[in-house]
């Protein structure tokens, strides 16, 4: 298998380093219209999260993460406030307040191609999404720039 490479903040490359599943960005102030929808996940364990509501109901983030909590108390979530790099202004205004919600799990999580959420949440309708703990990866920088995503990851296989 050959080396791969992840560009982000370092916040970002933090998280995929301890294996943290970042999901988004998404609006804060509107939610995801993910109620009654359901994520499939493999791992930490076989659970079927389905979000509260009807089908179709908008979730807030806050509410997602409390549905994460009381069905996958083993997967982690919660959220960080979205980095704009140079946009910052967006989100400090309020004018665009975007949020990540992350997920993280000490044995690694799978979510299958299944869940009727997957759209929703960007996750892949076609394959299972696994994220784990990287065991061996160097850090470049690029130095202070411009850019918020100015560091690079190399994972070895």
Same mark, same amino acid.
């Given at each position: 298998m050959p080396y791969t490479t992840f560009k982000g903040t370092i916040d970002e490359c933090t998280d995929r380093l301890n294996g943290v599943l970042q999901l988004g960005p998404y609006n804060k102030k509107t939610g995801l219209p993910v109620g009654g929808r359901t994520l499939i996940f493999t791992?930490?364990?076989a659970t =079927?999260? =389905?979000?509260?509501g009807s089908v179709g109901d908008v979730? =807030?983030?806050?509410?997602?993460?409390a549905d994460f909590t009381a069905q996958l108390p083993a997967v982690g979530a919660k959220f960080r406030n979205y980095d704009y790099g140079p946009n910052q202004q967006l989100g400090q205004l309020g004018i665009d307040p975007k949020v990540v919600?992350?997920?993280q799990a000490d044995a690694g999580i799978t979510i299958t191609d299944a869940g009727t959420a997957n759209a929703f949440f960007g996750l892949s309708t076609s394959a299972s999404t696994t994220r784990t703990i990287?065991?061996?990866?160097?850090?470049? =920088?690029?130095?202070?720039?411009a850019h918020a995503d100015h560091y690079v990851l190399?994972?070895?296989p």
């Open positions: 791992s930490p364990s =079927t999260v =389905t979000f509260t979730r =807030t983030i806050d509410q997602i993460i919600l992350l997920l990287v065991a061996a990866a160097d850090v470049v =920088t690029f130095g202070p720039s190399v994972i070895a």
